[in-house]
């Protein structure tokens, strides 16, 4: 079975500070991509981040970085400079390739973050 | 460049009712996804579609049902709803062969 958890329900950060969200997934795959998307209030759906499975260099976009551990199945996102508008639910999420699948992503539970000013 | 739209935005119906909703992918993408979230929840697949035809399909009944129309624009009914039905639908598009879906507003679905 293909799952993803996440650990953290909810977290909080002050504002300019550094955040760290786990997650953890279980595949048999070994084709995959990665995924941090984050969900404001607003409902809209954004991709922050991803990761190609077979690329050993951690992802990063401009605060965004990733933590990525094959053998471990981990894939922790870290967001530094932390503001306000980051305020949202993060959900950790893969697709694996082959095999028949054409895309279908599987979802954390989500992890609330609130940056406080 | 328009992204992701759905509509309607909120929907009620009552339970035994029937519901569609609507997805226009964003320019140039040529894949549809549907996802069902409930509140608090992760969002969960409930089938694609790419060439008008249902490509995969995740763990919902039958009562879910899809169509992709000629212009990649596509449909999602539910039949027989049900109170657990109420949640947030959500459409996602894509490149075929690119992995990364963008995704509409959603529609939130209340089943009284």
């Known amino acids: 079975a293909q799952t993803v958890t996440q650990s953290q329900p909810e977290m909080s950060v002050q504002e300019a500070e550094t955040v760290t969200l786990s997650c953890t997934y279980d595949t048999s795959e070994n084709n995959y991509y990665l995924f941090w998307y984050k969900q404001p209030p607003s409902r809209q759906m954004i991709l922050v981040i991803r990761?190609?499975?077979?690329?050993?260099q951690n992802a990063t976009e401009n605060r965004f970085s990733v933590n990525f551990q094959k053998a471990a199945k981990s894939f922790s996102l870290k967001i530094s400079d932390s503001q306000l508008g980051d305020t949202a639910m993060y959900f950790c999420a893969f697709h694996f390739y082959g095999s028949g699948n054409t895309g279908k992503l599987i979802f954390g539970q989500g992890t609330t973050l609130q940056v406080k000013p | 460049d328009a992204g992701v739209t759905q509509s309607p935005t909120h929907l009620i119906k009552t339970r035994g009712q029937q519901v569609t909703l609507r997805c226009s992918p964003k320019?140039?993408?040529?894949?549809v996804s549907w996802y069902q979230q409930a509140l608090g929840q992760g969002p969960q697949f409930i089938f694609q579609?790419?060439?008008?035809?249902?490509?995969q399909r995740g763990n919902f009944p039958d009562r879910f049902s899809g169509h992709q129309y000629p212009n990649y624009s596509s449909e999602l009914n539910v039949n027989a709803l049900l109170l657990g039905d109420s949640a947030l639908y959500l459409c996602a598009s894509s490149l075929r062969g690119r992995n990364e879906q963008f995704f509409g507003p959603g529609t939130r679905l209340t089943v009284l």
């Open positions: 320019s140039g993408h040529d894949t």
């Open positions: 579609y790419y060439e008008e035809e249902e490509r």
């Open positions: 990761q190609e499975a077979y690329k050993q």
